[in-house]
C-alpha cells in the first residue's frame, strides 16, 4: 500500500483504494491509502504545530526548498508524465507538459520568495509612520480535482510553502499516484516536519475534516460547484472563518466569426473542445457561430475530428485520450442523449469505441442546432463534447457568450482588430483567449474566473499571494514632538 505522509512519517491506512489506468482497466497503478478522519487531525496538528517555525524561516531556506522540488520535477518529467497519463488518461505529450509546468511553477516560487515586498507610508498624523506587511496565515487545506493531478497541487503547494504556510494537502481518488511523487520530491527537498503533510482519501472523510478544524486557517479548493457550494457553506458557518479560495466549473464559449481564419478556429475548437479529452475547466463546450461561417465550420469540423486518433494515453501518435473513469463516462453519453432529446443533431463522434485494452473511450462528439438554452449549453459536462450554437452576428455572439452562470475562459476567433478589442474589453470571464483556444494558459499570470467558476482571489503569478498571505497595517508613534490625540477626530 502506498502510504500518507503525516507529521513527518509515512502511515498506511485502515483501508486503501486501487489507482486505475482509465486506457487499460486490467492495469492497476497502485493501491493507495485512504485516511481516516482522525488521521487527518494528526496530519493539521503537526501542521498547526510547525508553523511558528517555518513562517519565521529564512527566505533563503525556503526559496532553496522550492527551488529543489522544481529542479527535480523538471528533471524527472518524462517518468512522472508517463506516471500521470496512466493513472489519468491525457496523452503522454500532455502529460509531460502539465508536469515540466509543475516544476516551472516550483520555480516560479522560489523566485518570489525572495521578492516580498512591503510599504512604508506617512500617516495623517504627526510623528506617526504607518506599515503595511504581508504575513502567512497558517495551517492551509488544499484540495484538489482529478483533471490536472500535478500542476493543480504545484500551483497550490508551492505558494503556500513560498509564503510561509504550512500545508495538508488532499488530492483528489482518482489520482493519487502523481500526488504521492510529488510529496515524495517536497519531502525529499527537506521540508521540516509537519511543514508538508499528504492525506489521500475521500471528500467527505479528510475533506470534511480539514473544513470543520479550527487549525486550519484557509481553504484552497478546486473542483465542481456544487462541492465549493458546500465548502463554503460549511467554512463560514462553523468556528472561526476561514479564508476560502474555490476554482470551479466552467461552460466556456469560442465565438467563431464569420471573417475568422477557418483552418485556424478549427485548431482552437479542437483544441479547446476534445484535447485532454475535453477534462479541462477551460475546455469550450459552446462553439459560437455566426451564420456566414457556420456550415462551412461544422463540416470543416466533422473532417477534422475524423482524423483524431482516440486511443490508449501512453501510444505514441494518440491525440484524445480515453474518459477518466466509467461514471464520467457515463455523465458524457447521458448528456449526448439530452442533447439529442432537446433537439440537437450529433454530426460526429458520440459513441463507445474499442481500443486494444478495456477503457473508456469515446469518439469526441459535436451537437450542432443547439441553443444556448438547452441543458448542453448550460450545465458543465466535462467530457469531450461540444456544441455549436449559431448566432445571426457579433452583437449576439457576445450576448450568447455570456449568458451562462460560469466565468471562466472566453475566447474569439476573428481578424477584425475592432471585435477582437471589445470582445477582450466585454467578455463576462477571468481569462479571454483571442484566435488561441480557450485553454492551455502561461504559469507567470493569474488564472480564475467570474461569476460560478471562481470565488475569491485569484491563482497564480505574484497573484497567488492575495491568497496566502495576510496584510497587517502597522502605526508607530515615534516620539519627535508631541502625541497629539486628535489630530484625526474622525477615526
Ligand atoms: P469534485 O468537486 O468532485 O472534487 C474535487 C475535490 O473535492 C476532490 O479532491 C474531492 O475528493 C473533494 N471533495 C469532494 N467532496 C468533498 C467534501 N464534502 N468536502 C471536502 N472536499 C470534498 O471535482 P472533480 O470531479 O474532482 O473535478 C472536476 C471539476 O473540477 C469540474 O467541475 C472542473 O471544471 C473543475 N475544475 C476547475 C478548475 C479551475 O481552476 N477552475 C480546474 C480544474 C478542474
Not at 516560479?108 to 515586498?117: D, K, P, S, T, W
Not at 479529452?277 to 462551412?296: E, F, K, Y
Not at 471562466?408 to 483571442?434: D, P
Request: aromatic share 8%; with cysteine.
Amino acid at each position: 500500500m502506498t502510504k500518507n505522509y503525516i507529521a513527518g512519517e509515512w502511515l498506511p491506512a485502515a483501508e486503501a483504494s486501487p489507482n486505475i489506468n482509465p486506457s487499460n482497466t486490467n492495469d492497476i497503478v497502485g493501491e493507495y491509502a485512504r485516511a481516516s478522519a482522525i488521521e487527518t487531525e494528526r496530519a493539521i496538528a503537526a501542521a498547526f504545530d510547525a508553523f511558528p517555525a517555518w513562517s519565521r524561516s529564512t527566505i533563503q531556506a525556503r526559496h532553496d526548498t522550492l527551488k529543489a522540488v522544481g529542479d527535480e520535477i523538471l528533471a524527472r518529467k518524462h517518468e512522472l508524465g508517463h506516471l500521470l497519463s496512466r493513472e489519468e488518461g491525457k496523452t503522454l505529450p500532455e502529460g509531460i507538459g502539465e508536469v515540466a509546468r509543475a516544476g516551472q511553477i516550483f520555480q516560479f516560487f522560489a523566485g518570489e520568495c525572495l521578492r516580498g515586498a512591503g510599504e512604508k507610508l506617512p500617516s495623517v498624523r504627526p510623528s506617526v509612520e504607518a506599515e503595511v506587511t504581508r504575513e502567512p496565515v497558517g495551517v492551509i487545506g488544499l484540495i484538489t480535482p482529478w483533471n490536472f493531478p500535478i500542476a493543480i497541487p504545484a500551483w497550490k503547494i508551492a505558494p503556500a510553502l513560498a509564503y510561509g504556510n504550512t500545508v495538508v494537502f488532499k488530492p483528489a481518488e482518482l489520482v493519487p499516484g502523481s500526488a504521492h511523487a510529488l510529496a515524495e520530491i517536497i519531502i525529499r527537498a527537506g521540508v521540516p516536519t509537519g511543514v508538508f503533510n499528504l492525506v489521500m482519501g475521500r471528500g467527505a472523510v479528510v475533506g470534511e475534516a480539514m473544513l470543520s478544524s479550527s487549525k486550519v486557517s484557509a481553504i484552497s479548493f478546486t473542483g465542481s460547484v456544487p462541492t465549493g457550494r458546500n465548502i463554503a457553506r460549511t467554512c463560514i458557518t462553523s468556528g472561526p472563518m476561514k479564508k476560502l479560495q474555490l476554482e470551479m466549473g466552467g461552460k466556456n464559449p469560442m465565438v467563431v466569426l464569420d471573417d475568422a481564419d477557418l483552418k485556424l478556429a478549427v485548431e482552437c475548437a479542437v483544441n479547446s473542445a476534445f484535447f485532454s479529452t475535453g477534462q479541462r475547466c477551460t475546455a469550450s463546450s459552446r462553439l459560437i457561430v455566426t451564420n456566414g461561417i457556420h456550415d462551412r465550420f461544422v463540416a470543416a469540423m466533422q473532417e477534422r475530428m475524423q482524423g483524431l486518433v482516440i486511443d490508449d494515453a501512453l501510444k505514441a501518435g494518440t491525440d484524445v485520450g480515453p474518459v477518466v473513469d466509467q461514471s464520467q463516462l457515463d455523465q458524457d453519453l447521458k448528456y449526448i442523449s439530452i442533447g439529442q432529446a432537446e433537439g440537437a443533431k450529433l454530426v460526429a463522434g458520440g459513441k463507445l469505441l474499442k481500443c486494444e485494452a478495456p477503457g473508456f473511450y469515446l469518439a469526441p462528439a459535436l451537437l450542432t442546432e443547439v441553443s444556448n438554452q438547452m441543458r448542453v449549453a448550460r450545465e458543465e459536462i466535462f467530457g469531450p463534447v461540444a456544441t455549436v450554437i449559431r448566432a445571426k452576428d457579433y452583437d449576439e455572439a457576445l450576448e450568447l457568450a455570456n449568458d451562462t452562470l460560469f466565468g471562466l475562459s472566453s475566447g474569439i476567433c476573428t481578424t477584425s482588430l475592432k471585435y477582437a478589442s471589445h470582445f477582450k474589453r466585454n467578455a463576462e470571464a477571468g481569462m479571454v483567449m483571442v484566435n488561441l483556444p480557450t485553454a492551455g494558459v502561461d504559469y507567470h499570470v493569474p488564472f480564475g474566473g467570474r461569476k460560478a467558476s471562481s470565488y475569491g482571489s485569484r491563482e497564480q503569478g505574484r497573484y497567488a499571494q492575495e491568497f496566502y498571505t495576510t496584510v497587517k497595517t502597522a502605526y508607530t508613534f515615534d516620539g519627535n514632538g508631541p502625541y497629539v490625540h486628535k489630530a484625526n477626530p474622525k477615526v
